[in-house]
């Protein structure tokens, strides 16, 4: 079976400083990877996609990056993080095709 | 910009109360529309992925329909239970996106079932 990895579970930064969230997915091979931020009463933002290693879409500009340095592994990143950084951050993977996507448990990410 | 709204914001309801939600989308460039479940301290668990008009969906007491022509779905609950409180996300995916899976979700139904 699949299973969806996040790390941290939460996070509280200071503003300027670096970020890296990390995304791991088992038990599939060439998943569709995406980021996406829940800001404080909004949506589901997506940040990020990737359909195959090294390949990165960005959906909004941002003070964000991502990379997928590995087939099953995603990484979001800040070089300094800014105050509206702050957010719920969820990976997700799907199988093309399948149309369905699997969330990980996500991180709250809260930048002072 | 691709609008997806989602109505009402939130709802409480009493246990046994049966309830709808509306999304609404963009009628063309259609090629399906998802709900999702998101309980609190879990991860979102899609419920239905939705692609032809007409078509209806259900799983237990949880049901949806969905009209591509004037762009809406709506989601029912049937005798709401406590275990129903969640947020309900739907996300349109654009034709021509099979492949990349991209996703605009609308802001979500909170729905709070008292026993």
Known sequence: SQTIHQWPATLVQPVGSPLSLECTVEGTSNPNLYWYRQAAGRGLQLLFYSVGIGQISSEVPQNLSASRPQDRQFILSSKKLLLSDSGFYLCAWMRTGLNEQFFGPGTRLTVL | ILN????????????????????????????????YRWETAKSPEALFVMTLNGDEKKKGRISATLNTKEGYSYLYIKGSQPEDSATYLCAFQRSGSSNTGKLIFGQGTTLQVKP
């Open chain 2, 4 to 35: 997806v709204e989602q109505s009402p914001q939130s709802l409480h309801v009493q246990e046994g109360d049966s309830t709808n939600f509306t999304c609404s989308f963009p009628s063309s460039n259609f090629y399906a529309l998802h709900w």
